[in-house]
């Protein structure tokens, strides 16, 4: 004998019909809004009127692969230009266990305590192998998640970080057309991805703690010397001492640095996530930092030239990437390499080769 | 009346037979050895034997920018590259003033003492504007221009600071292949030359004096990280002292650094080129480096990604000069530069623009 079929949970609503209550053009009404993409045009007015929904949809643009969406993404971004660039851009790094996300949960909770819009974004080109190790999980900050003078965005993944970098950067287009006037930029120390942060914002900050012995290890080489300023997360309790001294041998350490272009001596200063001392201090360090550089043109000259510098360095990225992924090349590199580590043929010999085969084929 | 021409020396000879001394075939010959440009082969045969005239001709082939002298110089180099690499490569920099002739000149001659045959050159792209500021007067460096162990050759000239890297590094090869067992190569700190030199040499020595103040001031960027020693020069006479102090300050400081891939804890010594005190540790570090990296296989592993680097590195460098010399490129780049600047056009829009040209025509 046939054992019965069991019965499936999905399968429960065979042969019942819907309710009357949901009428048949509901139902269209609901299927064909969901189909319809707002046009680019529509896009840019919802985030010309700070519509978070055309905002996240743009943003997703920008984040997709597809070709047509780029050419959209590019059209809204062009649109959002005129009206973005008013804002300051800060980022922030620090190693795994610094507080970064309670950290920006308490200075973002300030901000907009002070009547500042917040939006808050990652770049984090790792985060496709660690399932999204900063900002993916929002629950971290919980309050600021239900700020709505707040707006977090995870990091764009599965991609290199060229290709984070430019997808955060038209990101910040968007927010600052969307009328947030404050864009926190989240990196942890992974490669090259605070190079690329430091080249995208106003204002760079690392974020430490005080640690048993050399405060000064584990800083990744160069990282202290983009630092426009250094806050000791965690001095709160028995921290507070250690946090102090720490603040001391950094000062000391940032002295030996030579001078910045912006004309500015970067700072050291502690602050609890938890008991939101010294939080006010960060927000002080960043105006003086704005008054200064707005006043000396700086700020108007960093920007424009990370502007040039994205545009040269995507066309360099991507140079490389048709060279390298040429099929003939491909083969041929990986003998060139060969020879040149053993000594058959120069490096320069080598790579006349490669060129000569790539422009001449 | 008319004035009589004064007679000009170099017409003094008008109307003097040759004197029988010089014979008709004896001319020839010398004419017929002048017009004869030893092949590829004979310059290779000559190098191997150590013979500083085909080492020298050799040299200025790779320093043309005739193609065909080129394509012969690289026959010479891929023929020495077998006999090459045998040596150890030192990198000297430091801002004007420290002393780095009379240092290379006290301990060129303790290395020739030691039995060494010892290579200096320099890397300077800015010789061709201030006409040769380092090397360029080998009068400075009076003993070991005599020296029958040591070759002293100036930068190339005239050239981009890849061109003058490439020129340096296969000059590296082919005074490797001539026999020199110790190549030091000089630089200036201006701009990316250090880098450049930091990645063709082995060990990278900071030479500097102590001064009034701070001794730190006035160190560029990068370079104190990049220093395996630093050599506070001119420590004779009343500056012992003040050499001293320096060295403690520069040693507190290495120390704030992060650990080196290399394992080695760069070092802090003082030395006098007119006393020639300190001169013999400086090569006692050296070796001390040396046994160390050897021994962990950092040397052999750095020399090898030292390779690829310059063979990627001008791969990359032609894809730009290929990219930014294009004529449609040009002009079209100068537009797009001021849309980026006056925000009417995203970095990445404006690069997909040009990218699109320059594939697609």
Redesign the interface.
């Known amino acids: 004998m046939k054992k019965p079929k069991p019965k499936l949970a999905l399968k429960e609503k065979e042969g019942v019909s819907p309710p009357e209550i949901i009428s048949a053009s509901v139902v269209e009404n609901i299927q064909q809004f969901r189909k319809v993409q707002p046009s680019a045009k529509e896009l840019v007015e919802g985030i010309l009127e700070g519509n978070i929904t055309a905002l996240s949809r743009a943003i997703t643009l920008v984040e997709s692969t597809n070709s047509e969406h780029l050419a959209k993404a590019?059209e809204v971004?062009?649109a959002c230009?005129?009206f973005?660039?008013k804002s300051v851009r800060i980022g922030i790094t620090g190693v795994p266990g610094v507080g970064k996300s309670t950290f920006i949960e308490a200075f973002g909770k300030y901000l907009t305590g002070l009547g500042k819009k917040v939006a808050v974004l990652a770049v984090d080109p790792s985060s496709t192998i660690s399932h999204g190790s900063i900002l993916g999980d929002k629950t971290r900050m919980e309050e600021l998640v239900k700020d709505e003078n707040a707006y977090i965005r995870p990091s764009a993944s599965g991609e290199t970080l060229g290709g984070v970098a430019?997808k955060t950067?038209?990101t910040i287009?968007l927010c600052e057309a969307a009328g947030f006037d404050t864009i926190i930029i989240e990196t942890v120390g992974v490669g090259q991805s605070e190079t690329a942060v430091h080249s995208m914002v106003d204002f760079f900050l690392l974020l430490k703690i005080s640690g048993a012995g050399d405060e000064?290890?584990?800083?990744?080489?160069?990282i202290m010397?983009m630092a426009d300023a250094i806050v000791i997360n965690k001095a709160d309790g028995d921290n507070i001492k250690k946090a102090k001294l720490a603040k001391t041998e950094f000062n000391r350490?940032l002295h030996?640095?030579?001078a910045k272009k912006s004309g500015w001596m970067p700072t050291v200063s502690t602050c609890s996530s938890y008991t939101k001392e010294g939080i006010d201090e960060v927000w002080k360090t960043i105006s003086d930092y704005l008054e200064l550089t707005q006043n000396n043109h700086y700020f108007a000259e960093k920007r424009?030239s990370q502007?040039?510098?994205?545009?040269?360095e995507?066309?360099?990225e991507?140079?490389?990437n048709?060279?390298f992924n040429h099929p003939e090349i491909q083969h041929l590199l990986e003998e060139?390499?060969k020879a040149?580590?053993n000594?058959?043929?120069?490096?320069?010999?080598?790579?006349?080769i490669?060129?000569e085969k790539y422009?001449k084929g």
């Open positions: 590019n971004i062009n230009l005129p973005a660039n430019r950067r038209e287009t000064l290890q584990g800083i990744k080489r160069g010397e350490a030996l640095f030579p424009s502007s040039q510098y994205w545009m040269l995507t066309i360099n991507q140079l490389k048709n060279f060139n390499k040149v580590q000594n058959k043929v120069s490096p320069f010999a080598a790579a006349s490669l060129l422009f």
